[in-house]
Nanobody, 122 residues
Framework: QVQLVESGGGLVQAGGSLRLSCAAS????????MGWFRQAPGKEREFVAA????????YYADSVKGRFTISRDNAKNTVYLQMNNLKPEDTAVYYC???????????????WGQGTQVTVSS
């Protein structure tokens, strides 16, 4: 069982930066691949980024590649999403998720956080 709590969301102007954190409970955090997803009003939840259990492999949605960076600190049971050059279309609720396998498919993730709102003004 893994419990996830996101933080770091907020309101930022276009071109600005935010860093999201996802703190995990449980001693097996380092065995899970972690993903970040987002959901805007009226839209389906979409993949943003994922990282393997070791941090050695990362994947990004094309829409955020080159702007967002996912990382993890297994000693702190935390995964991060550094978001730079934010755009209004990045506005959404951002969720972290944990799974045994690295995946971009949200339905393959077993554990989810409650989400944190990111709003980018133009």
């Amino acid at each position: 069982q893994v419990q996830l709590v996101e933080s770091g969301g907020g309101l930022v102007q276009a071109g600005g930066s935010l860093r999201l954190s996802c703190a995990a409970s449980g001693r097996t955090f380092s065995s899970y691949a972690m993903g970040w997803f987002r959901q805007a009003p009226g839209k389906e939840r979409e993949f943003v980024a994922a990282i393997s259990w070791s941090g050695g492999s990362t994947y990004y949605a094309d829409s955020v590649k080159g702007r967002f960076t996912i990382s993890r600190d297994n000693a702190k049971n935390t995964v991060y999403l550094q978001m730079n050059n934010l755009k209004p279309e990045d506005t959404a609720v951002y969720y972290c998720a944990a799974d045994g396998l690295l995946s971009w498919r949200p339905y393959e993730y077993d554990y989810w956080g409650q989400g944190t709102q990111v709003t980018v003004s133009s």
